[in-house]
Structure formats: C-alpha cells, structure tokens
T-cell receptor, first 116, second 111 residues
Framework: DGGITQSPKYLFRKEGQNVTLSCEQN?????MYWYRQDPGQGLRLIYY???????QKGDIAEGYSVSREKKESFPLTVTSAQKNPTAFYLC???????????????FGQGTRLTVV | GEDVEQSLFLSVREGDSSVINCTYT??????LYWYKQEPGAGLQLLTY?????DMKQDQRLTVLLNKKDKHLSLRIADTQTGDSAIYFC???????????FGAGTRLFVKA
C-alpha cells in the first residue's frame, strides 16, 4: 500500500538535544513538507522540498533543519536552537504545485515531540 | 497576502446538518480543499473543488464556493458522532509552492 510514514509516533527530548524526525513516502511524490501544529492553531509550514536535493524555508524554519537526499525521505532535525519545540509535527507529500494539477497532500500520522 | 480563516468551534446534534465556513484572500487560488483530522492523527483529504466550480457533492458532503466573496463552505448532512474532528480548509494555486491551511474548525457532535 502506498503511503507516508512518520516515526517515531512519540518522542521525548531533553533540553539542549538535537532530535531527528523521520518521514518516508512510497507515493513517488516529488514534493514533501513539514508542518508544526500547536493546540488551537493551524498548520505552520517549517520546510518544504519540491524536488530531490532542494528545499526551502517555510514560515517558521528557525531552529529546524532538513535534508532531501532521496526522493522517498525528508527527515526533520529539531535543533537545540528551537526554543519551544514541544508540538505535533506532520509530514506531507504531494505532486509539485507548479504542475497546476490537483495537489492533494497526503499526510503521515504525525510525531508528538515533548521536551522534558 | 495569503490567508485562510475559519471559525474555531462548531457544535451540532447528531442527525443535524453541519456547515463549516472558510474565507480566503488569494483570488488566484486554483484548488480549495477540506481536510479532516481525528485526534492524534494526520490530516485526510475529504474533498476538493476546482476554482471554476460552484458546487461539488460527494455523498453526505457538499462543498459550496462563492468566488466573488472568496467564501468556501462544507456541509455535512446527517452528522454522526464519528464526524467529530477538526476540519481544515486549504488553498493552493497553480505555480505556487505551498498549500495554505486555515486554523481548523473543531466539530463537536452531541448524541
């Protein structure tokens, strides 16, 4: 079955630590995205990638880093520079928006990160 | 600028219709989406409408688009307790690089 998988589902981080959230898709999508969701708020875009080996900052990129070495994978690292990292993180993939076609986003089940 | 706005909460009785409203600012939006998020899970696409359409119906779901007022609505007929979730409105446009999401409307269905 095609889909997008995030791991782990729950993650605990000590202050000052970097942690990496995994996102893998087998939908053959070129575009991948990372969003952050806080209670009562919508999705805020952290980083996005329209193609392998290329990515751009979203609206709240500070304290985060990504890589896109493979089409299937788009890991997100939450660095110690992110002052308030406790949140629900969602990864998504789609065909690139620039194609002009329907760009339905497929989402993973999310990773809940808690700073302890 | 790009912005999508929704009311935060809606409460309905089981069996009634639910109407969730959304306004957006980008008149060049191409696709408008409704996503559903259940607790602790990712978002799932419910339905979408292309910007040259006024209405789309899919079983219990009806989407209405008023391009003049930049208003999108989602009507759920015969609302069930299983419909309790957060519903997100979103827009994207051809040639753009990201989908813009609203803050989500939390639907409570009372038995």
């Amino acid at each position: 079955d095609g889909g997008i998988t995030q791991s782990p589902k729950y993650l605990f981080r000590k202050e000052g630590q970097n942690v990496t959230l995994s996102c893998e898709q087998n939908l053959n999508h070129d575009a991948m995205y990372w969003y952050r969701q806080d209670p009562g708020q919508g999705l805020r875009l952290i980083y996005y990638s329209q193609i392998v080996n290329d990515f751009q900052k979203g609206d709240i990129a500070e304290g985060y880093s990504v890589s896109r070495e493979k089409k299937e994978s788009f890991p997100l690292t939450v660095t110690s520079a992110q002052k308030n990292p406790t949140a629900f993180y969602l990864c998504a993939s789609s065909i690139p928006l620039r194609t002009g076609r329907n760009t339905e986003a497929f989402f993973g089940q999310g990773t809940r990160l808690t700073v302890v | 600028g790009e912005d999508v706005e929704q009311s935060l909460f809606l409460s309905v009785r089981e069996g009634d219709s639910s109407v969730i409203n959304c306004t957006y600012t980008d008149s060049s939006s191409t696709y408008l989406y409704w996503y559903k998020q259940e607790p602790g899970a990712g978002l799932q696409l419910l339905t979408y409408i292309f910007s040259n359409m006024d209405m789309k119906q899919d079983q219990r779901l009806t989407v209405l688009l008023n391009k003049k007022d930049k208003h999108l609505s989602l009507r759920i007929a015969d609302t069930q307790t299983g419909d309790s979730a957060i519903y997100f409105c979103a827009e994207s446009k051809a040639g753009g690089f990201k989908t813009i999401f609203g803050a989500g409307t939390r639907l409570f269905v009372k038995a």
